[in-house]
DNA sequence: TGCGAATATCTTAATGACTAAGATGATTTG
DNA sequence: CAAATCATCTTAGTCATTAAGATATTCGCA
């Protein structure tokens, strides 16, 4: 028995209304992600991979293959399928000729953070009320629950 | 100028640690949610379908069309995927014939939940160290990204 | 009551992203 | 230099999905 003992009602409550929280945001977040990727004319797939070269600039086919677990096959229709519509350009790399280096063309970025925007602005107008101490719980959170992703995500076996 | 500009630095790098980490969440969520349902040796739209039959109990073709996103002819071979993987029945409701009543058979639910269990008991051993006052506010702040995503998703140009 | 509109689901044909397997060409290693 | 390894590409086939329209049922209104 320990002390506080009568707040627990409270706190199994207030855990299960976090967990319930949690999958419909995860579920809503791909909902979200689906739309966007359509508004563009883009699979989901095809967003991932413009995403994560947004983040790093330029990256091999390999490495969109294992971002995206995608297939080197499917990677290779997907970066024509991209190329055509002129949001990367994938050249061999000099240094070793087996690579293929995929560049998110810089004029095309803009017109793809577009759909994020309204969000982005949502979201700071939501967090403008939150203190540092506030902020900064959240962010452990969201590290946490990463870590936790990808340590299940070791456990599943991957195929 | 408001007293604790000083902070400011601090709240802005905060935000900014917190919009990156929520991104990286989302896309995590979404990478398990592929996981699991490859896992189940089933599509996401089945695992949608569901985890959604798991939360109602039952539900009409149509509204498994609407959570899923799905159009009715998708629906209807989906549902048939699942009435012969054993997942579900379906039957015409006889209080209006033109409906289908799906439902998840009950005894298949266990096996769904498990793939989840070893990510709720992770779970749940993340929380054990929050305060009552903590989980509230991560309670409140999802249920805000909730409405927010709400409202996105309703401005976005459905189709 | 009965008839046209609306509703719910199903069918059909076609599309396209994706996978598996193996081919091709480049690089590394012994 | 040959064999092994690596990175990408090709090919053939699969399967979930869509669009359009068919079918069956119910509702609304004269």
New binding site residues.
Partial sequence: MIAGMSHEPARASAIADLMRAGREMSRLSMVFRYAIAERLGL????LECLDYLADVGSA????V?ER??????????????LQQAGYVT?ER?P???????VTLRPERVAELKRPYERFAERAERLVEGYSVEELMLLVRHYDRMQAMYLAELDGLPS?
């Avoid at 699979?43 to 095809?46: A, M, N």
């Fill in positions: 699979t989901v797939s095809d091999t086919a390999g490495q293959a995206t677990n995608l297939t080197t096959g499917a990677v290779t229709s997907m970066l024509r399928r994938a790399d240094a070793d000729r087996r690579r293929v280096i195929r």
